[in-house]
């Protein structure tokens, strides 16, 4: 090997990019789910090498923006009167058992810890209701107690037999529970449709990944409710996932826990009750699915753990003087409540774009010696893939910018989901609908007890689920029960689910 040759290897090795700044190998509509775990490892979000089935690593990418999307969260609650707790981890036996169903639908789900002679046999919390009610049964004495609506930011657990999946089905994950009490059944159901309003307000206009409100069939509700309305968000490769759901709960809860008040009128009363559970890190994996592209993550303007970064561009000569001016820049830009950073390292500009589009970083700033005397700088903008010229006097732009990019990648997400659904009369036109991967919007003849058979046929013959009508208004059916031909009550949502 000339010396020539062994020069330009050593270069070539030098320029090689590590393991996280490879590219994805797989296309993101060619195989959603390779393309799901890739981006997760590549874009430093996860890692999966924790030695646990179905826990995970969240690493510094990932919980950045998990805060961000908290903090949105619970400012959206606490805003409609909400208030913070923190509700011990682990909940005795003798809480868990003593609303029945609720004990039904969970015991198989719950990890119980080794029991300590002498003392009762303890669980992991899969959702608390059995542990803040306890309390709330101490808490509330009179009307004037009333509402009360506390939540809590938790980690849960819950033994899934079922294949886990990284964010989308873990056996930990992260979440909000809000729990209300009220003294009558009508405050408790204006409560259910406050909750609806808090995922439309957050999880759509701030996270921008729009969802149908399902009110699930009578045999698919909560444990111990009343009634559940669920958020369900379309996946890239047509599967719905459950995000945030809201639920009355049954009169039982409180007659378990004892949770009673005496109101106005001198009497004893027990409480009406709703819970709330948005599931932060699901809603993550929804927003990775939803935005991302071929070359990597696309993190909505309001949660980007960082939302411009700025490269520099320099040679030996200039460095330390371009250096010094973009720190000036970073600095204005942090005045103006913008998130960023500037990316130092070794690496080249290129590698430096790459690294950045692959984490989704929606803005960067290009800055040489030459936009610098010119003070007009190079904006990219990571969805549109676009450069663009922005003056050093009016970064103030950003923030319109930023509120602009949002803009559009919730209007994407909305097209999305709308073209997906489709009208079916007919079992032909269900079979098409979701071998086309879509979501079939059809008749139906009951979503109480008694739809229950045809809500069987359609996860036998098709390996579908009916996931229910929609909460915020009724729809008028437009045939018969596409099941049974029987009159139908309903208009329901059928699709394939995670
Ligand atoms: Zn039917």
């Given at each position: 090997m000339t010396k020539k040759s062994e020069e330009q290897k050593s270069k070539i090795l030098v320029a090689a990019p590590n393991k996280s700044q490879e590219g994805l190998s797989v296309k993101k509509d060619e195989n959603f789910s390779q393309w799901y775990s890739e981006i997760l490892d590549k874009a430093e979000?996860?890692?999966?090498?924790?030695?646990?089935?179905?826990f995970v690593v969240i690493r510094p990418w990932g919980a950045m923006t998990i805060e961000n999307m908290y903090k949105l969260y619970e400012k959206a609650l606490q805003k409609k009167g909400h208030k913070p707790t923190f509700f011990p981890v682990v909940i005795p036996e003798t809480n868990f058992k003593k609303e029945a169903n609720h004990v039904k639908g969970f015991k198989p789900e719950v990890f119980w810890l080794e029991k300590i002679k002498g003392e009762d046999r303890l669980a992991l919390r899969p959702t608390s209701e059995t542990a803040m009610y306890q309390m709330y049964s101490l808490w509330i004495?009179?009307?004037?107690?009333?509402p009360l609506k506390l939540y809590q930011r938790a980690n849960v657990f819950r033994y899934e037999t079922k294949a886990t999946r990284p964010l989308?089905?873990?056996r930990e994950f992260y979440w909000l529970e809000a729990h209300d009490c009220f003294a009558t059944k009508e405050q408790a159901e204006t409560q259910v449709q406050e909750d609806i309003q808090t995922t439309e307000e957050?999880?759509?206009?701030?996270?921008k990944i729009p969802f149908l409100p399902m009110k699930r069939p009578e045999w698919d509700?909560?444990?111990?409710?009343t009634y559940t309305v669920a958020s369900d968000v379309l996946m890239p490769d047509g599967k719905l996932i459950q995000q945030p759901s809201t639920h009355l709960l049954e009169p039982s809860f409180a007659k378990s826990f004892n949770i009673k008040f005496k109101d106005n009128d001198g009497k004893e009363k027990f409480v009406w009750q709703t819970c709330y559970g948005p599931a932060i890190s699901r809603i993550l994996a929804s927003v990775i699915s939803m935005h991302g592209d071929n070359s990597g993550l696309i993190m909505p303007f309001a949660i980007s753990p960082v939302q411009v970064v700025l490269i520099p561009i320099y040679n030996t000569e200039n460095k330390e003087k371009t250096l010094k001016e973009i720190e000036k820049i970073n600095s204005k830009l942090l005045e103006l409540g913008i998130t960023c950073e500037i990316d130092?390292?070794?690496?080249r500009p290129g590698e430096k774009y790459h690294y950045w589009e692959l984490k989704g970083v929606p803005f960067r700033l290009e800055i040489g010696e030459k936009e610098l005397q010119e003070k007009n700088l190079t904006l990219h903008i990571r969805d549109l893939n676009k450069r663009e010229k922005i003056k050093i006097s009016e970064l103030k732009k950003i923030l319109e910018l930023g509120k602009e990019f949002d803009q559009r990648l919730g209007k994407k997400a909305e097209e999305f989901m709308k073209n997906k659904i489709v009208n079916c009369k007919t079992k032909s036109d269900l079979k098409k609908a979701l071998q086309d991967k879509k979501i079939a919007r059809t008749n139906f003849c009951?979503?109480?007890?008694?739809?229950t058979k045809c809500a069987e046929v359609i996860e036998k013959e098709?390996?579908?689920?009916?996931?229910?009508?929609?909460?915020t208004k009724k729809e008028k059916p437009f045939?018969?029960?596409?099941?049974?031909?029987?009159?139908?009550k309903e208009v329901v949502y059928i699709g394939k689910s995670y």
């Open positions: 979000v996860t890692d999966l090498r924790y030695n646990v089935k179905g004495r009179s009307h004037r107690d009333l989308i089905r873990a957050v999880m759509h206009q701030k996270f509700k909560f444990a111990g409710a130092n390292s070794e690496k009951s979503v109480e007890k008694n739809g098709f390996n579908a689920e009916v996931r229910g009508i929609l909460a045939g018969n029960c596409i099941i049974c031909g029987k009159v139908s």
